[in-house]
């Protein structure tokens, strides 16, 4: 069964410094996502992504961040100057058409630590 | 969207149905009812998804009344490894609706021996 993959697993770094969580979709899917999770807290939707184009943010993701698809198969989440309160495992989704009732298929997830 | 209400945890044991019913009094006629299961360390993960009455797949059946206030999750003789995140979630169903997906806080499901 195709799945969403996502690197690194975990990433260790320190306040300031700029992380960069990649994620490689399922290859048919056209639609990503990425959410967070704070340890012990609720998924949180940080933004949605079409065409080369960001389709829907929330208020969570400001000015820091970031996302591209740098080419077929990639997609990128740039976080500029990591803050500690950005602490938290990063998912990314991607589902093949963007209407919610649509199965999103999530990635393992990026444990990101920031101290 | 419509707010859900679930219960925050439910402990089984082995071999048990679980029903876990989530409240969604203000759904309307569009949105669709959609349960998804985390375990620890993991991403969440589709189950089931329905509109009304009852809908069932290898995994779980999905019960929502007419009124569609209210659905209940049952998962038919649980297993520790059914030990996890239960997420219901209400999704909107029309042109142009957002695909973000917003989950509420779950029902934590502990299966035991």
């Known amino acids: 069964e195709p799945e969403v993959t996502q690197t690194p697993s975990h990433q260790v770094t320190q306040m300031g410094q700029e992380v960069i969580l990649r994620c490689v979709p399922i290859?048919?899917?056209?639609?990503f996502y990425w959410y967070r999770q704070i340890l012990g807290q609720k998924v949180e939707f940080l933004v949605s992504?079409?065409?080369?184009?960001?389709?829907?943010k929330s208020e969570i993701f400001d000015d820091q961040f970031s996302v591209e698809r740098p080419d077929g198969s990639n997609f990128t989440l740039k976080i500029r100057s990591t803050k500690l309160e950005d602490s938290a495992m990063y998912f990314c989704?991607?589902?093949?058409?963007?209407?919610?009732?649509?199965?999103?298929?999530f990635g393992p997830g990026t444990r990101l630590l920031v101290l | 969207l419509a707010k859900t209400t679930q219960p925050i945890s439910m402990d089984s044991y082995e071999g048990q149905e679980v029903n876990i019913t989530c409240s969604h009094n203000?759904?309307?006629?569009?949105?669709?009812i959609t349960w998804y299961q985390q375990f620890p360390s993991q991403g969440p993960r589709f189950i089931i998804q329905?509109?009304?009455t009852k809908v069932t797949n290898e995994v779980a059946s999905l019960f929502i009344p007419a009124d569609r206030k209210s659905s209940t999750l049952s998962l038919p003789r649980v297993s520790l490894s059914d030990t996890a995140v239960y997420y219901c979630?209400?999704?909107?169903?029309?042109?142009?609706?957002?695909?973000?997906?917003?989950f509420g806080k779950g029902t934590k499901l502990s299966v035991k021996p």
């Open positions: 203000n759904i309307a006629t569009n949105d669709y």
């Open positions: 979630l209400v999704v909107a169903n029309y042109g142009g609706s957002q695909g973000n997906l917003i």
């Open positions: 989704a991607s589902s093949e058409v963007w209407v919610a009732q649509e199965t999103q298929y």
């Open positions: 329905g509109y009304k």
């Open positions: 290859s048919n899917h056209l639609y």
């Open positions: 992504f079409y065409n080369n184009e960001i389709s829907e």
